[in-house]
């Protein structure tokens, strides 16, 4: 399969060429850009252009970028106004937080992908039909942005009752948006289980967010190398392969002390990946 990284496993830290020098080097030929303000500043037109210009010259490709989630650079820690959630009833907040998320895609004009990865809700969030018809609104209105752009809009599988793979689908049914999906393994893992999960979104994945948990807590574990991680790899990698020509199988990682460098962990965790047997191999 195709190999890619988020760059989320360094998110507290500002993405730079260097950063990006090493992840190429790692082996991996696909990378998506996590849009946190303390990481890739998209407002920032120097440090877009910068990474834009080491991206024409490289073989390394972006695959995506990651919705913000909060609009400041510290996880949202100003406070709950710093929150960009598509569901916001008001209309007024709301179209602000469109906005954020529309500043973010214009990176795609100096830095071409394929997609941008958005969540629907917040971790927790309840279901309320009136959030999911203000996400209808905010994505009805972003995917013609995002597509003037040459990019597309996949939905994640998050932990709130608005995300689940079930819910996704019922969205999609409901408001007939043409849209498709990022599978993210440890979300399933702490939800209705990866396999239920991937077999409800097959369909429609087009790319993947792959790591670990405890399954309560979405942990981002290294895959393999972290205790305490609960998923099972061989059947959830017989899953993916099943469609693998849909999507890269793309690592989603936590910057972990105790873990060491996660750069230098890459390369074991999908060599263990990929040789997990395949069912013709037992």
Not at 70 to 82: H, Q, V
Not at 87 to 104: G, N
Not at 195 to 206: G, T, V
């Amino acid at each position: 399969m195709l190999h890619a990284v988020s760059t989320h496993f360094f998110v507290n830290h500002r993405l730079n060429t260097v950063w990006l020098d090493k992840i190429w080097k790692s082996g991996v030929p696909a990378v998506e850009i996590f849009c946190a303000r303390q990481h890739l500043d998209y407002y920032n037109k120097e440090q877009v252009n910068e990474l834009g210009h080491w991206f024409q010259d490289s073989p390394l490709y972006l695959h995506a970028l990651h919705a913000p989630m909060y609009s400041d650079d510290c996880w949202g820690r100003t406070g709950p106004n710093a929150v960009i959630t598509i569901t916001e009833p008001v209309k007024s907040k709301r179209a602000a937080m469109v906005d954020e998320i529309k500043r973010a895609l214009e990176v795609a004009e100096v830095i071409p992908c394929k997609y941008l990865i958005q969540h629907i809700g917040v971790g927790g969030e309840e279901y309320d039909e009136q959030k999911l018809e203000a996400a209808f609104t905010a994505l009805d209105e972003l995917r013609v942005f995002a597509k003037q752009r040459g990019v597309e809009i996949l939905l994640e599988n998050i932990p709130n009752k608005l995300s689940s793979a079930e819910r996704l689908v019922h969205f999609l049914e409901m408001t007939h948006l043409d849209l498709h999906f990022c599978f993210d393994t440890g979300h399933a893992n702490v939800m209705e289980g990866v396999e239920q999960a991937y077999q409800i979104m097959a369909d429609r994945i087009r790319s993947t967010h792959v790591h670990d948990n405890d399954s309560v807590n979405d942990a981002h574990f290294f895959p393999y190398l972290k205790p305490g991680g609960t998923t099972n790899w061989r059947k959830t990698m017989r899953l993916l392969r099943s469609r693998q020509s849909n999507y890269p199988l793309l690592l989603e990682l936590k910057e972990d002390p105790s873990m060491g460098s996660a750069l230098d962990a890459i390369p074991e965790i999908f060599d263990r990946l990929e040789s997990e047997p395949s069912e013709e191999q037992d």
